[in-house]
């Protein structure tokens, strides 16, 4: 043993999580990759942010259009959008 020892503060953690900045924080990520989602399509098609919470604060940004999953399966437009704003998307893990 090391004798250093460590516990992870759940609490804590989940209060940092929780706090308004975050909040404000992942709201404003999302409209940046709605924005920058928007100047990759005709005017007609919508983008929208929906804010939510699980354990913590998320939001999900989408195209409102019925060729919006086509779209982002064909061009990646939200993942483009993503990097455009400085970050980076990864498959999900099975």
């Known amino acids: 043993m090391s004798g250093n020892d460590f516990?992870?503060?759940q609490a804590g953690i989940s209060e940092i999580l929780n706090a308004?900045?975050?909040?404000?924080?992942?709201?404003?990520?999302?409209?940046?990759?709605?924005?920058?989602?928007?100047?990759?399509?005709?005017?007609?098609?919508?983008?929208?942010?929906?804010s939510y919470t699980t354990d913590r604060p998320a939001a999900s940004v989408a195209?409102?259009?019925?060729?919006?999953?086509?779209?982002?399966?064909?061009?990646?437009?939200?993942?483009?959008?993503a990097g455009i704003v400085g970050l980076t998307v990864s498959g999900g893990g099975k």
């Open 7 to 9: 516990q992870i503060d």
């Open 20 to 50: 308004s900045d975050v909040r404000a924080m992942v709201d404003e990520a999302a409209n940046a990759i709605a924005n920058a989602a928007r100047g990759q399509l005709d005017s007609d098609m919508e983008v929208g942010v929906e």
């Open 63 to 81: 195209i409102m259009h019925p060729s919006g999953v086509g779209r982002q399966l064909k061009y990646g437009t939200l993942t483009r959008a």
